[in-house]
C-alpha cells in the first residue's frame, strides 16, 4: 500500500497518523492493458492486513471491531500468539525467566508457512496455545479456510520482513504505557490465574524492556497508528471504508475509472452461485437472476445525473433531498437482454424501452437485424442492458447505433450482469465515457467465444426455451 493511498484514508477527526507524519503536518498503452489481463487471469489473493502494538494496546479490540464491521467479507483472524514454542522441560521448571516478548519466542517459519498457504487459497491449521501448560497440542488445531481477508494481530507481527512484505495494510495500535499496564494486570490475573506481583514483576523485567527494543521499533513500518486503540472507533470506521473500497475494486477499476463492479455481499456471491450452477431449475434460474439483475439496475440509476429538490413532510418539516432523472430510456440487446427489463420497469415507472437485435455470425462478426428506439433518444439518458458481456463485440455495435442515433456517449450506461475482461477493455477502449456497471468479472472468453466459468446461454435459460441445454456444450 502506497503512502499517498493510505493518506487518503485519514480525516483529522480521526486522531489517526502515519509513521513519519501527524495531521496537519506537511511533511498504459494497450498492450500493457492485456499483460495485466493476463496476469490476472487467477483468482484474486487475500487482502493480508497486520495489526501491531504493545500488549494490552487494544489490537484484540480493533481487530474484532474490523471483522465485525467487514460482516459481508469472508474474514480470518490469526492472531501471533498461537504460534509461541512449547516451552522445553527444562524451561518449564523456570517459567518466570522465560520471555514471552522476545522475537525467538515464537515459530516464525511455521507462521510464514501459514500465511503464504492462506495467500494461496489453502485451507490449514493452526495451533491453540495453551498458556497453562505452555504447550500447542494440548487442544485440537483451528481448521482455517481461505478468505478474503487476513488479519494477522500481534506484538512482533512486524519484526521480521519477511511477514511485513506479506501485508498488503500494516496498523499499529498505540496506547500508553500506563494504560496497558493496568490491562495487563486486569488481563493475567483473571483469564491467566496469575497474581498481581508475578504480572508485574514479569512486566518490569520482560514486557517493558521488549517492547522498548523490539516492539515500539517496528512502529515505523506502520502504514497506519491507531491511538487509543479500540477507544477510537472513527478510526476503525476509516479504515473499513478504506478496506471496503479495496476489496470491491477490481484490478481492472483502476485501469478504467468507467467501470463500476458493485460490492460483493454473501446475498450476491450466493445469488450467482445459483443462478451458475448447471443443476438449478429454470424457476429459481429466473428469481434469482431477477434479485441480482434489479441490484444492477439499481446501482446503475444511482449513477444518473440528479437535482436537488426540496418538498415539504406531513409534519410540515422541509426535507431537502434529490429529483430523478426525468429524460431516461432502456434499449434493451435482444434476446437476453429483454431479461432486464422488468427491472427497469419496475424501478422507473412507465420508462421507455427500446429495442437492438444483433446477429452474431461466424468469428464472431457482428451484424445489425432490428432496431426500434424511442424517437427522441437523442435527448435522453440510455441504460443499455445486456446480462452478460462477453467479448463486447455486441455492445460496441449497439453503442455505435445510439450515438450515430444523436445519444452522447456520457449519457450511455450500460448493465449487465457479469463481464468478461475482453468486453470491458474491448468497450472501454472504444467508449471510454460509457460507464460499464456489472456485479461480477470474470476469468475470461475460451476459444468458442463463452465466458468462463460464466452461466451459460443466458437467454435460454431465463426464458427455457432449450430445455435439453447441456452446460459442457455451451
Known sequence: MGSTEVRDLIEAVSGVHFSGFRLGETGQSVSEVEQHIAAS???KQPFVIGVGGGASSGKTTVCDMIIEQLHDQRVVLVNQDSFYHNLTPEELTRVNEYNFDHPDAFDTELLLCVLKKLKRGYAVDIPK???RSYKNDVFPARRVNPSDVIILGGILVFHDPRVRDLMNMKIFVDADADVRLARRIRRDTVEKGRDVGMVLDQYARFVKPAFEDFILPTKKFADIIIPRGGDNPVAIDLIVQHLRTKLGQHDLCKIYPNLVVIQSTF???GMHTIIRDSKTSTHDFIFYSDRLIRLVVEHGLGHLPFAEKQVTTPTGSVYIGVDFCKRLCGVSIIRSGESMENALRACCKGIKIGKILI????DN??????EKLPTDISDRHVLLLDPI???????????SLLIKKGVSEA???FLNLISAPQGVHTVCRCFPRVKIVTSEIEMGVNEGYRVIPGMGEFGDRYFGTDEDWNPNTK
Open 389 to 399: 458481456l462477453g467479448t463486447g463485440n455486441s455492445a460496441v455495435e449497439a453503442i
Open 365 to 370: 462478426v457482428q451484424q445489425l437485424i432490428y
Open 129 to 131: 496455545y495453551d498458556f
Open 267 to 269: 446475498q450476491i456471491r
Open 359 to 362: 446477429h452474431k455470425g461466424g
Open 41 to 43: 487471469k487467477n483468482d
Open 411 to 413: 449519457n450511455i450506461i
